[in-house]
């Protein structure tokens, strides 16, 4: 059932031939380079699940369909392979966007994803609220595409990076676009030392993880960030 509904969702974003031919090589797991209608340059997944799953998310069920004119400035937390990364930067191609990805293996593949476009920068960080050390793990065996960071001044094997300091690095006055899928770190990002930067977003596209860690959604949503709930802004909840 499952390989049935995946054919379908091919053949309906790309036609019949082109449907039949995606199929065939997810089925085959010849997937280091997919050509796409509307996309530049090749993707590159690996024969794992996680990445599936990605590129169904944003190719075939269009989680990401933003409506911002113009954008200047993206920011992409937890860029993971770089797929939406990718495909913003084909609906925007004078688009500025940055893209950061704790997991070393997650960033390689990003790298090789985006960097056959211009203006994308990468950077191999945990986003936190704070400049300070993080674990990467993958805690909740979801794989590739459920890896958390935790601070941890002891055995940290990566820094993090706060919006804030992104902001001063790139110089960056408004954020168009800021794409939030960080495993549950959403909840320390807005726990504290957002007044300054949050004020300089346009939109969050943000993926909300109460099923891995209590009250993401609630520290996202509290009454304190209510002065700038004029941003529009996008949720998803995963609950498990």
């Not at 935790?150 to 676009?177: C, F, G, H, R």
């Amino acid at each position: 059932m499952v390989k049935i509904k995946l054919l379908v969702k091919l053949i309906l974003n790309f036609g019949l031939f082109k449907g039949m031919w995606l199929f065939a090589s997810f089925q085959k797991g010849d997937v280091k380079s997919i050509t796409l209608p509307g996309i530049k340059y090749p993707i590159s997944l690996r024969p794992i699940f996680s990445d599936l799953m990605i590129f169904q998310d944003i190719f075939l069920d269009h989680h990401y369909n933003i409506g911002v004119k113009n954008p200047k400035i993206i920011i992409d937390c937890g860029a993971n392979i770089g797929l939406f990364t990718v495909l913003m930067k084909n609906r925007y191609p004078d688009a500025k966007i940055i893209a950061i990805e704790p997991d070393p293996e997650n960033f390689i593949e990003l790298k090789k994803n985006g960097s056959k476009y211009s203006d994308v920068f990468f950077e191999n960080y945990g986003v936190w609220n704070t400049d300070t050390k993080l674990k990467v793990s993958d805690k909740y065996n979801r794989g590739k595409w459920g890896i958390v960071v935790e601070e941890d001044l002891v055995d940290s094997n990566i820094e993090s990076i706060s919006i804030n300091t992104l902001i001063k690095k790139y110089n960056i006055d408004i954020i168009d676009i800021l794409k939030i899928d960080i495993e549950s770190s959403e909840k320390q990002l807005f726990s504290s030392n957002y007044q300054a930067w949050l004020p300089k977003v346009r939109k969050i596209v943000i993926e909300l993880h109460d099923g891995h860690e209590e009250d993401c959604s609630r520290t996202f949503l509290k009454p304190s960030i209510k002065p700038f709930h004029g941003i529009n802004y996008i949720l998803q909840m995963v609950k498990t």
